[in-house]
């Protein structure tokens, strides 16, 4: 006989509970996942365009523009950044990556602001410009612009590993529950079968008759078989007395 | 891929005596040259290799230099930064060349050059690039190349000059978007500053770019910025496409171009499947590093067109893998003998036995050097670039000559 509802309640309990588990973990994890990937990116960005900087003002003084278009020509080979420019102090654009033409949109800001921006280029996509000044911004200044739609797809598969990872443990955790509920059930379904099988025996042939298949739950020695004892001790002595050997005194009292 | 030249075997070259230096053995002279022979820029490196060749297999045919041939070592490099590292590490350290010869292009020698420091305890330099960038003409790696062509700066300053002294003032400029097309925009932008003026307008295109590919987003920004002329810095698939859309669409301006841009092949792609091309070459202006070849006056022309007509050099078959026709004659060509010329002379001053660290004593001695053009080569610990002077040239007659009078053909 199986104990249905206790199985029920059961397993609800532990769906929920792992559901509830899941469900948080995933939310801090999209969270955790999109904040550190994206400030990771930001902070990558920035680092770029500090060493172009950088290198931009021995190049700047000592050298010429095609070194310098050489440089960039080099950063912007790493997966992300879409454009880097230079600017001089007075605004003008001294190397950068655009094909055909620097954007409207770029041509219209202030290139002495370093500080971070979204961008929306039309017919680029959108990006998060960073930028650096060389020379503490007397020398002009270096903005890298990094794909937010690679940053996101980045993000999405980092958050969608971690999220196929908990629902596989979600999974394994659910069958395992059933699995352990099942074997902490069945004692309890025995006791409950034998004192059924009994009770329809009652003032008949005695408990004797009762099929020994369920009669083997009087020969455990775990609270099933206690429990099983106990009840046998009341039926023959017609309700509850001295606790016969074996049996929890708890259970007796 | 490698190929070699007159029988280059690398046995041969490995077997040198421990005498002499790398590179250079009691028979030959082994150089290593990387230039683009595959991709659209392709015309280039092989127009220089069989101006070079040209003059090398006439010095071979003739005992060679002081008994020693002179061996070419080519690959390919498609015209892309990356490959020419990768060749020029190889020849370096695998072939252990004796000196790099003829590398095609700014993007491509801009790399190269911080191996030529790196390695500069093997004292290896690099001669007469075909690129008139600044990188290879001053610190920190000036010393570690000998250019003869004139730089960009002197070609652009050269065009501005003379767009601004017919009253064109407005000029735009049209540039591959890498390290060569910023070296001209560079220069003009330096050449119109000192005449008060900035840049009307600029636009960009992508090093690689086909003549099939439209150009019309250049062509309608440049377009906007209503230029009296445009300067392109770039290679000839490209302002061929840039040239054509710019007529098409109705940018009707003289539309110059420098020197590495390789005169006839540009001229080729314009004219080609037209009737009447003029339409597309009447208002090109091309500045040259080398006098026109069709001006047989010029003694170092005559022998160039005797060598090519003679040799033909073929383009170096394992690494020519696409259809290329060659022209009988080319500015490229003209000046990959002209640097042959020039270096084998250099070789020629090495003293016995020949190193790597006798090579810049020999360069230094140059002085007043009759190369056969009129203009005299010189070189010294200050002067690492043989030659100064700009040509300017026009399409007449469906070819490329000398242009005469500025005032008249492009005055507004």
């Known amino acids: 006989m199986k104990v249905k509802k206790l199985f029920q309640k059961t397993l609800f309990g532990v769906f929920s509970l792992f559901g509830f588990i899941g469900l948080s973990t995933s939310i801090l994890c999209v969270y955790t996942v999109d904040t550190h990937l994206s400030e990771e990116y930001v902070s990558n960005s920035q680092d770029i365009a500090k060493t172009i900087a950088d290198a931009s003002v021995d190049i700047l003084l000592n050298r010429d523009l095609s070194t310098l278009q050489s440089l960039i020509d080099q950063f912007v080979e790493i997966q992300g950044i879409r454009y880097i420019y230079v600017t001089n102090e007075a605004g003008e654009y001294l190397a950068h990556t655009f094909v055909p033409g620097i954007p409207e949109e770029i041509l219209a800001g202030d290139p002495s602001n370093t500080e971070t921006v979204d961008r929306n280029l039309p017919g680029m996509g959108d990006f998060v410009e960073v930028g650096s000044p060389i020379l503490a911004g007397v020398a002009g200044a270096v903005h890298v612009g990094m794909d937010t739609d690679l940053i996101a797809l980045k993000i999405q598969r980092a958050i969608g590993q971690q999220v196929y990872l908990i629902s596989i443990v979600f999974v394994v955790g659910v069958f395992a529950a059933i699995w352990l509920v099942n074997l902490a059930a069945r004692p309890v379904g025995d006791v409950l079968a034998y004192a059924v099988a009994v009770a329809r025996d009652a003032g008949g042939e005695g408990e004797e008759a009762v099929d020994p298949r369920h009669r083997r739950v009087l020969e455990r020695d775990d609270e099933a078989g206690q429990l099983a004892r106990l009840f046998l001790h009341c039926l023959r002595n017609g309700g509850p007395g001295e606790a016969p050997s074996g049996a929890p005194s708890g259970a007796a009292s | 891929m490698a190929t070699g030249l007159a029988g280059l075997a690398a046995g041969r070259v490995l077997g040198a005596s421990a005498a002499r230096g790398a590179g250079v053995t009691d028979t030959e002279f082994v150089l290593g040259m990387s230039a683009a022979f595959s991709g659209p820029s392709r015309g280039l490196g092989i127009e220089l290799y069989r101006g070079a060749s040209a003059f090398f297999e006439h010095v071979n045919g003739r005992d060679g230099v002081g008994g020693r041939r002179v061996a070419l070592k080519t690959y390919d490099d498609g015209y892309q930064p990356d490959p020419s590292v990768k060749n020029t590490m190889t020849l370096m350290l695998e072939d252990e060349v004796f000196l790099l010869f003829g590398y095609v292009g700014t993007p491509t020698v801009t790399r190269v050059l911080p191996m030529l420091k790196k390695f500069q305890d093997r004292g290896m330099y690099l001669f007469f690039p075909f690129t008139g960038a600044q990188p290879q003409r001053q610190p920190p790696y000036g010393d570690f190349a000998f250019n003869l062509r004139a730089s960009y700066a002197q070609e652009t300053a050269g065009l501005v000059d003379n767009f601004v002294r017919v009253g064109r003032r407005r000029i735009a400029v049209f540039y591959q978007a890498d390290a060569y097309g910023r070296s001209?925009?560079?220069?003009?932008?330096?050449?119109?500053?000192?005449?008060?003026?900035?840049?009307?307008?600029?636009?960009?295109?992508?090093?690689?770019?086909?003549?099939?590919?439209?150009?019309?987003?250049?062509?309608?920004?440049?377009?906007?910025?209503?230029?009296?002329?445009?300067?392109?810095?770039?290679?000839y698939a490209a302002c061929a496409g840039f040239a054509r859309d710019a007529v098409d669409l109705g940018l009707r301006v003289p539309i110059a171009n420098l020197s590495f841009v390789g005169s006839e092949n540009l001229l080729k792609l314009l004219a080609e499947g037209r009737d009447d091309p003029r339409e597309y070459t009447d208002l090109l202006v091309n500045s040259q590093v080398v006098p026109s070849y069709e001006d047989v006056s010029i003694p170092a022309v005559r022998e160039y067109r005797d060598l090519m007509e003679r040799y033909d050099p073929e383009p170096p078959g394992e690494l020519v893998q696409e259809a290329y026709t060659p022209f009988p004659q080319s500015f490229v060509s003209l000046e990959g003998f002209l640097n042959a010329k020039l270096l084998v002379e250099v070789l020629s001053r090495l003293e016995e036995p020949p190193t790597r660290r006798g090579l810049e004593q020999a360069v230094f001695s140059v002085k007043d050097f009759d190369l056969g053009i009129g203009e005299r080569v010189s070189f010294g610990p200050e002067r690492r670039q043989g030659l100064q002077q700009v040509y300017y040239t026009v399409v007449d007659e469906g070819r490329f000559v000398t242009l005469d009078d500025w005032q008249k053909r492009f005055a507004i």
């Open chain 2, 184 to 235: 001209g925009w560079a220069g003009v932008r330096a050449a119109l500053g000192r005449h008060g003026e900035r840049i009307a307008g600029e636009a960009s295109y992508r090093r690689g770019t086909q003549f099939t590919a439209s150009m019309r987003p250049q062509v309608e920004i440049l377009k906007a910025a209503e230029p009296d002329a445009v300067v392109c810095i770039g290679a």
